[in-house]
């Protein structure tokens, strides 16, 4: 048995190897090569020597930053996820939450009722009750929290509770005021059954909305509590009879009320009739739901008249958590149980997942009709299911990959197997990625759903191509130097490796914070890959040491406790002494070469070899250029170069089929059949005709990219996401003013401003008999109601000069406005009273009552202001109208602070593709950029304007990336390369691969998004791993161009062929996602971009190379020795030499 030989045997690079080969050759990149190969060949000396200390301290610096996973922090919120960082939509939503904080006013939950079979009309009384039994089942829904009930009445949205002073009223009202929803069933009675408000009066049964008349309960009430301002504001939101006075649904019900139109004929109704034009809430001027926000798939007849629907939709508010918080904060039910806004929330979401699991199951499945449930916990459920770790796919990548490695190292001579190696070098791949992603974790970077589903495949299959790189390179090494093996690592890998550290960063400028975290974490995660580089250049040959010594000792691969049964056994061998010199760097060197004699013993079992006393340093005839000598290997990063002699080994004796490879397959049967001319004009046409439909494909490609692209398809939330997409496609937005300007001069600029943006083809116009639901419009038009009150109060001498307790309830606001003067040191003037209106004759409200007749309309007119979802701030001070109190204070209103923040509520309808919301957005833009020219300073606000800003620029910032990309590749190749051509045809290469995979895309129905941008940008970096690799094979080979491109091809095609194997393994997990997203968007456009990699780096650069190629860097002068850097004679269907 053999002992391990020293490194003093390994024969240091020499400065005087070869200087006749250099003459008329490219010196500039041999010499650069070279001297990179000699740092290279005295690090492995280095970790030769120390290789359990570089293991121990690599496997350790490694597990320390993938301890950072412990604090890693998944991201689920869209709007985090979504919006551009440092964009206008980051800033203006910066600016809505810095004046009205982090959350909404209300959260929406969703019903939709679809027939089962399409097409079917719903407007009938059947469908109708059906929808009533799903809507009435979700809005009993109860959950137990904290010791207490909560149910819908108590968590629901309620639209501008007045105040009222009796204090009983005041809490029947609370108990009886209506939720917030928006359903069909409001254009019936039995609306009122959603309600579940109740209050007790002795003398009568709980009054329910089912029950209750307001006029008759006033006229009840009348003798017992002055009630008349709480007349008026009901007169004033035209509530009349509520529910009781609306059509019955079903009139055969015995509680249907006397009072309902069909109540007495016992006649169902029309349902199309009762709906056309919408349905109102218990207020019939605040509280209208326009058909758009009920009926989905409406038909009319000529005359404008509905026919009939294809869908039902109803709404159901909540509060957001901290209004709930703050509604219970300090009340007799929350005082012990120490209420919190987390806990709200918790209160929340339990009662939403509960909403929409009853609603689901309230029809049964023998129903014509079916239900689709939706809340805001539904999406962050969808958001957290598809950011969640799958252990089971990522373990079952990692085992596919070991054992790919495991086989794919595994020899029949037992002693030079690597299997072991595969297995060790994986799993150092699997710690680098965990260190990627824990770096992320410690640098702050979040983690979402890019994160855990794709980047530890993607960088699985990055990864490993180092090792099968370093594993092959040092099976291929001269026996006396085994560690040159980190030489063959060069060129090629610098070049990948910084195309793959660069692109991800370059994409970070560009990007929303979805791409910019995925382009920073996959830049980390490149990194770790760098650290995997590092560990294949560090580590890793720690490993191939200790492999070393297991050869050595001919010990079996992966059960290294057992001799190999076929070991090689040599009689003779004369060590050197080990010196101390260093190893000097140069262009070439001298290989210490034996003169062995080798036979074969009668058994055919060993071969014994037999070696000289003495050994002489000869130059290698078949290699003078030693830093030239590149071996073929199992990784797309391979450097390869001349032709190595063969060496005599001790091998076992193997089956003939053992002898077959890639490389024999690339030099015998593919290199003379593509390189012939014939082959060569076809490829050249199936090239082009592929370029030519991509660039048709191309045109196919659409922006976007909807929830229903996300979810899982066959799941309940994607059935209502399509359906909502298909029949309600309708968002609400808002007009947003800042501050900076005075909002009582710009009145007309302010309405200007509201006619422009409603002008907008996608903005759904109010009902023609009804005003525009903004602030400024029912500030305007109360203003004008309680001045026609003091009109009518002035000339019928209920209002004096001099009193006004007389008059109504509007006359005497109105008598306090008008003798405002908004001077500070004389606020009143009494002779304004008819000199002055509250509303001049262009429509304006006069400047210095602005800001004093909105204190008074927001305080006085609560119903009005909801409705307007004006959200004013600061907000106006509160003021109580007292109409006996006659003293001078009572008669100051203090003025509202001047504006930072109003809004102009709209709806905007049949937005259904991107371009669509484009159109939206720019016309929405462009009415505030108009606004800003008049002084107005406004943005709009809503979710097309959060999620789809970014499409207005998408395909510019990818053109003008993927061109900066191409020409930083250049640049890089020709500074690596030291040769312009050559990076010119890897560009040309690169750039049509980009453009076919973006046709490809157009075929395949995939959307452009942040997520397609950043694979066809990766697209030009992984590209360059196909195709550096053939070129630099042709570049450091000599002969006629057909020649050159045979050999690269014979020594390329295996590891070009194995990294692609490896990388389609690593995505294979990708395929088994239960998210279509990620099978379409990831595996399948990652799957293409391997293979369109593989042809052209394999089949078209060599045609290419074959035909544009530039010449060779070494040009052999070298004439006394004709082996010199000659290629073998070929066997069998070898392309020779005076064949091409």
Known sequence: MTRSPPLRDYTPPARTAAPQILAGSLKAPLWLRAYFQGLLFSLGCGIQRHCGKVLFLGLLAFGALALGLRVAIIETNLEQLWVEVGSRVSQELHYTKEKLGEEAAYTSQMLIQTARQEGENILTPEALGLHLQAALTASKVQVSLYGKSWDLNKICYKSGVPLIENGMIERMIEKLFPCVILTPLDCFWEGAKLQGG??????????QWTNLDPEQLLEELGPFASLEGFRELLDKAQVGQAYVGRPCLHPDDLHCPPSAPNHHSRQAPNVAHELSGGCHGFSHKFMHWQEELLLGGMARDPQGQLLRAEALQSTFLLMSPRQLYEHFRGDYQTHD???????????????????????????????SQQIHAFSSTTLDDILHAFSEVSAARVVGGYLLMLAYACVTMLRWDCAQSQGAVGLAGVLLVALAVASGLGLCALLGITFNAATTQVLPFLALGIGVDDVFLLAHAFTEALPGTPLQCLQ??????????IHQTWLPFLMVPHSHPALRAFSLQSAAIVVGCHLCLLAVMLVFPAILSLDLRRRHCQRLDVLCCFSSPCSARVIQILPQELGDETVPVGIAHLTATVQAFTHCEASSQHVVTILPPQAHLVPPPSDPLGSEVFSPGGSTRDLLGQEEEPRQKAACKSLPCAHWNLAHFARYQFAPLLLQSHAKAIVLVLFGALLGLSLYGATLVQDGL????????????????SAQLRYFSLYEVALVTQGGFDYAHSQRALFDLHQRFSSLKAVLPPPAAQAPRTWLHYYRSWLQGIQAAFDQDWASGRITRHSYRNGSEDGALAYKLLIQTGDAQEPLDFSQLTTKKLVDREGLIPPELFYMGLTVWVSSDPLGLAASQANFYPPPPEWLHDKYDTTGENLRIPPAQPLEFAQFPFLLRGLQKTADFVEAIEGARAACAEASQAGVHAYPSGSPFLFWEQYLGLRRCFLLAVCILLVCTFLVCALLLLNPWTAGLIVLVLAMMTVELFGIMGFLGIKLSAIPVVILVASVGIGVEFTVHVALGFLTTQGSRNLRAARALEHTFAPVTDGAISTLLGLLMLAG????????????????LTLLGLLHGLVLLPVLLSILGPPPEVIQIYKESPEVLSPPAPQGGGLRPEEI
Do not use: M
């Open 1073 to 1088: 996602s239960h998210f279509d997203f990620i099978v379409r968007y990831f595996f399948a456009a990652l799957t293409v």
């Open 706 to 721: 909807a929830l229903t692209d996300v979810v899982p398809r066959g799941t309940k939330e994607h059935a209502f996401l």
């Open 488 to 497: 063959a690592a060069q060129a090629p890998g610098r070049c990948t490796h």
């Open 198 to 207: 109740s209050a007790y009066l002795p003398g009568r049964p709980d009054i």
């Open 337 to 367: 149980i120490g209420w919190s806004e987390e806990q709200a929330g918790t209160v929340l979401q339990a009662w939403q997942r509960r909403f929409v699991q009853l609603a689901q199951e309230a029809l049964p499945e023998n129903t």
